[in-house]
Every structure is written in C-alpha cells, then in structure tokens.
T-cell receptor, first 114, second 112 residues
Framework: NAGVMQNPRHLVRRRGQEARLRCSPM?????VYWYRQLPEEGLKFMVY????????ESGMPKERFSAEFPKEGPSILRIQQVVRGDSAAYFC????????????FGNGTRLTVT | DQQVKQNSPSLSVQEGRISILNCDYT??????FLWYKKYPAEGPTFLIS?????DKNEDGRFTVFLNKSAKHLSLHIVPSQPGDSAVYFC???????????FGTGTRLKVLA
C-alpha cells in the first residue's frame, strides 16, 4: 500500500459531529476513488474524482456526504452530522489512468461514531 | 444487482496445497479483471490482473485464469503459505471507463 496516504487511521466522532477524511494519492496519479467497507461486507464504491472534478458520486448518500479533490492538496471525504450507521472503514484508491490500470489503495480510515 | 459474485465466503487449505478462489461476473463488457489481497486493518493490495485477450496470467505462486464464455475468473495460489491467509477480492472493469466493481471477498485460511 505504499504511496497512497490516508489520515487519520482512526477517527472517533460523536453523533452529529463532522468527519473529515484525507487522502493523498500516489505520485503522478490524478484519479481518486473512495470506497466504504462495512463490517463483514465488501468494498462499496462511493465516488470517483479527478483533479478539481467529481466524475461520479453515484455511490455516495445524497445527504451529509461530500468529496473534493482540489488542484492542490489531498482529496477530502466529508461526512456531516455523522450517525452510528456511518461507522465503517473508508478506503481511498488512486490510479494513473482508466486504461487497464490497477487501483492502489491506502490503509483506510476507520471511523467510529459513538 | 450483484455484477460480481464470490460465492465462497471462506476457504481453508493446508499449507503447501493449492488454494483456488473463484469469482463470477454477469456483464460480458468487462474486459479487465483484478485480484486483491487484504489483511485486517490494512488496505487491499493489488496482486495480479488479466485482460480479456488472455485466458491465463502467472506471477510466481499466483495464477489467474479467465473463462470468458462462463464469465468466470479464478485465482490459484500454489503452494499456499500461512502468510497467504487474508481476504481476497476480485474486481472487474471495462477499459476506458472508471468503474471498478468488487466482489464481496473470500477469507482464505492456510493451515500450518
């Protein structure tokens, strides 16, 4: 998993607070994905971004969730007014392009909502 | 709508024997297939991939087989080692698109 950096590794929030998850892609990668893994489940696509553009956010809940990938700096996944059901592992992945390139994942942020 | 299925949630194999993990998909438009390994508290790690123009790709102890007519993908690990114990995910995509769809994973346990 070298290269894709996610922070924090663990995040604890009370219900109603905001959670901000950060992802720095591998050097040279301009395609970023966010996936969510609930306990005992697989990886669910949330959003796909390129620099300064959200390409597909069809996997994200329409309320409270947002994502960005600014020209400078990391990609941010933001969850407002968190609820217990948001507790999950959130993984960021990056790739060089979308032509048969594997996704490279970070180690995830484990969000716990109390 | 499960486009990618890994029907075995878990598999136990003796050290030194072959591990075979399976994956089925529904859409014949998928043309690039990947396997990932995931340890607890870590992100998935890319293992091996195959494009639809091939039916086999080998990398060391890992071989991926693709049967396009059956829409079936398998990962063979031989010989299996205790360090291979992890959850394995298959993933599929169509070239030129950005959607990578993952299966639900198979937990492999290699017994020493």
């Amino acid at each position: 998993n070298a290269g894709v950096m996610q922070n924090p590794r663990h995040l604890v929030r009370r219900r109603g607070q905001e959670a901000r998850l950060r992802c720095s892609p591998m050097k040279g990668h301009s395609h970023v994905y966010w996936y969510r893994q609930l306990p005992e489940e697989g990886l669910k696509f949330m959003v796909y971004l390129q620099k300064e553009n959200i390409i597909d956010e069809s996997g994200m809940p329409k309320e409270r969730f947002s994502a960005e990938f600014p020209k400078e700096g990391p990609s941010i996944l933001r969850i407002q007014q968190v609820v217990r059901g948001d507790s999950a592992a959130y993984f960021c992945a990056s790739t060089l392009d979308n032509r048969r390139s594997p996704l490279h994942f970070g180690n995830g942020t484990r969000l716990t909502v109390t | 709508d499960q486009q990618v299925k890994q029907n075995s949630p878990s598999l136990s194999v003796q050290e030194g024997r072959i591990s075979i993990l399976n994956c089925d998909y529904t859409n014949s438009m998928f043309d690039y297939f990947l396997w990932y390994k995931k340890y607890p508290a870590e992100g998935p790690t890319f293992l091996i991939s195959i494009s639809s123009i091939k039916d086999k790709n080998e990398d060391g102890r890992f071989t991926v087989f693709l049967n396009k007519s059956a829409k079936h993908l398998s990962l063979h690990i031989v010989p299996s080692q205790p360090g291979d114990s992890a959850v394995y995910f298959c993933a599929v995509t169509t070239s030129g698109t950005y959607k990578y769809i993952f299966g639900t994973g198979t937990r492999l346990k290699v017994l020493a």
